[in-house]
């Protein structure tokens, strides 16, 4: 059964430095393009990140271009996301969602699996 397992959020200054990370299980990780989404207290879900296979393209909203980076490692089958320089407006739930083909969307119906999501909360 495919598992997808946030972690690395809780409470952060901000100006800190964070990396979530999302422990995959159940498929075969590096065949899947996979990405990270966030939802803000009284905001929608707003897809933040993607990356393909390999981990070498990646893909980013122009909202949080150079400020995100995301990575995975294939073989542990974990993906990851690093924000450095943490502001209160980066508070979300955030979600790990598993794509269907090899490169990653834009589009959510295009995620068939999704974490339960790792709270960010940025406040001093």
């Known amino acids: 059964q495919v598992q997808l397992v946030e972690s690395g959020g809780g409470l952060a200054q901000p100006g800190g430095s964070l990396r979530l990370s999302c422990a995959a299980s159940?498929?075969?990780?590096?065949?899947?393009?996979m990405s990270w989404a966030r939802q803000a207290p009284g905001k929608g879900l707003e897809w933040v990140s993607g990356?393909?296979?390999?981990?070498?393209?990646?893909y980013y909203a122009d909202s949080v271009k150079g400020l995100f980076t995301i990575s995975r490692d294939n073989a542990k089958n974990t993906l990851y996301l690093q924000k450095n320089s943490l502001k209160p407006e980066d508070t979300a739930l955030y979600y790990c969602?598993?794509?269907?083909?090899?490169?990653?969307?834009?589009?959510?119906?295009?995620?068939?699996?999704w974490g339960q999501g790792t709270q960010v909360t940025v406040s001093s």
């Open positions: 159940g498929f075969t990780f590096s065949s899947y393009a």
């Open positions: 969602a598993k794509g269907q083909g090899y490169s990653p969307s834009t589009a959510f119906d295009d995620y068939d699996y």
């Open positions: 990356i393909y296979t390999d981990g070498i393209d990646t």
